[in-house]
């Protein structure tokens, strides 16, 4: 393999079919300058045929004559065997990431060419890039394998961190998502899902149908059933903010709402029956009262509510059940067969008494994964819990399969991204113009992608693109797509 063009930040490899590098998408070379003083580490991003115009017409006229002749051509200096090794040339298009310092350090400071005719290109393993990098931790989460070896990132590449995981329907963005709940909770997490389709309760059954590591650490929680609050418990806060962004509260009938809470606060008969009789009788506008009854009948209709303290749940008491701070737990919340009005009231409670939480230190930081977001909070809350709430301890990971729901300013604050498959031009648009990688990798990769490998991006591969093959779950899968003809196993 010799290098044959620079054009920018990118570098065109000649390699012939046969030469015994075998390079795919996504692989590293080291690229050797004469003496071995100096190398530089490029991306193969992607592959295509050696072409030129003379080359063309060279191959059409061969087959022209092969076409019209049946007798086999003498060809004593063997011309037409390497003139096949040339039809055969392929070109590697790869980017410059990083020149290797002379203590062994990348550095992305590249002002130098190596020499095209006697530097040396070899494939760069993984352990290698990692040994450059400094890529190590205390807590590894094993992801598969890139290329032929073993990978993994470490949880601390996730903690504080915000992080997005993509990719087009069934391309296995949820797959990698119940692999990273279930490692954290095994090194101590503690863990919210917001389960939109009742798929990680497999997370505490092996696929044999004995228990998982985690089997005791998973609480599956259904609105109205296992997750239910004391009003006591919520706070007037988190009430109101559901009031107003989940339910669309006019401001008038909010300060109303906040006057028979205080009042049936100091009473100390505060609760959902009481609210109720308060509002059929409390001196106020009619108007105010039809707005004020129809949030109470949504309230109760949704049985997220209940008058004793004893029966409502409290996220502290799972993280003090756990035996200790660091033992983890994973709290999944299965919202498949709730309404969308108690989606949203449901998320904005829990977001909104974690941070409460969270602000007098009687939790630790939560790691929250958002499955298919957009479909039940609004985008300005969503800034809201990037922007502020990661201060506190609140560290979010999108799954969804519409890159374009979510806004570039939150892309902006991205420190992960985990690509899989995308075909949708628009959706590739997207991805590259606020993605922590170029937009030629994108594209080119990405695209090609099969199923249940993605393209890892930013700090938990030191912002250099790593292409994983995502290992097999041990877990149960639920969740996957329900078929009416089945395959006949026969």
């Avoid at 290109?121 to 890529?135: A, Q, V």
């Avoid at 503690?190 to 309760?201: R, S, W």
């Avoid at 409390?282 to 109760?300: C, F, T």
Wanted: with cysteine; proline share 2%; aromatic share 8%.
């Amino acid at each position: 393999m010799k290098i044959l063009a620079k054009n920018g930040n990118e570098l065109l490899l000649l390699a012939m079919k046969d030469d015994g590098t075998a390079v795919a998408k996504g692989d590293y070379l080291l690229i050797e300058d004469k003496g071995g003083s100096r190398s530089m580490a490029v991306q193969v991003y992607d592959e295509e045929y050696l072409s030129s115009q003379a080359l063309i017409e060279d191959m059409v006229r061969e087959e022209v004559v092969n076409a019209s002749s049946t007798e086999n051509l003498h060809d004593p200096l063997n011309i037409g065997s390497l003139s096949r090794l040339v039809r055969d040339a392929r070109i590697f298009k790869a980017k410059i990431r990083a020149a290797v310092t002379s203590d062994g350090r990348l550095t992305s400071d590249v002002t130098w060419l190596p020499s095209r005719v006697e530097s040396k290109i070899r494939r760069l393993k993984m352990r290698e890039l990692d040994s450059l990098l400094g890529r190590t931790g205390v807590y590894p989460i094993p992801l598969g394998r890139a290329g032929d070896e073993e990978f993994e990132i470490f949880a601390e590449d996730l903690d504080g961190k915000l992080t997005i995981i993509t990719g087009k329907k069934e391309s296995g963005k949820s797959h990698l998502s119940k692999l990273l709940v279930k490692t954290l909770v095994q090194h101590g997490a503690f863990v919210v899902v917001f389960d939109l389709n009742n798929e990680y309760a497999g997370l505490r059954w092996n696929k044999d149908g004995t228990p998982s590591q985690v089997h005791d650490r998973v609480m599956v929680l259904e609105p109205g059933k296992q997750l239910r609050f004391s009003l006591d418990y919520c706070g007037k806060a988190a009430v109101s903010g559901m009031l107003k962004n989940a339910l669309d509260m006019p401001a008038a009938s909010l300060r109303e709402f906040f006057r028979i809470w205080d009042w049936l606060e100091n009473k100390r008969t505060l609760g959902i029956e009481a609210i109720g009789n308060a509002v059929n009788t409390w001196n106020i506008n009619e108007l105010v009262r039809d707005a004020l009854v129809s949030r109470y009948h949504s309230i109760q209709s949704s049985r997220l509510f209940t008058d004793s303290a004893s029966d409502g749940f409290r996220f502290e008491d799972v993280i003090e059940n756990s035996g200790s701070s660091s033992s983890g737990a994973a709290m999944v919340i299965n919202m498949g067969e709730s309404s969308g009005v108690v989606r949203r009231m449901t998320v904005e409670l829990v977001l909104s008494k974690i941070v409460d939480l969270l602000e007098r230190k009687a939790i630790p930081p939560i790691f929250l994964f958002a499955e298919e977001a957009h479909l039940y909070i609004r985008e300005t809350y969503w800034e809201d819990l990037i922007t502020r709430m990661r201060h506190f301890g609140v560290y979010t990971t999108f799954v969804t399969n519409q890159p374009d729901a979510i806004n570039d300013g939150i892309y902006r604050q991205v420190d992960n991204i985990f690509l899989f498959n995308f075909t949708n031009d628009s959706d590739l648009e997207k991805i590259a113009k606020v993605s922590l990688a170029d937009s030629d990798t994108i594209r080119s990769i990405v695209r090609t992608l099969p199923q249940r490998q993605c393209l890892a991006i930013g700090k938990a591969v030191r912002d250099l693109p790593v292409v994983v093959r995502v290992a097999q779950a041990e877990v149960l899968a639920l969740g996957e797509t329900k078929r009416f003809f089945k395959k006949n196993s026969g």
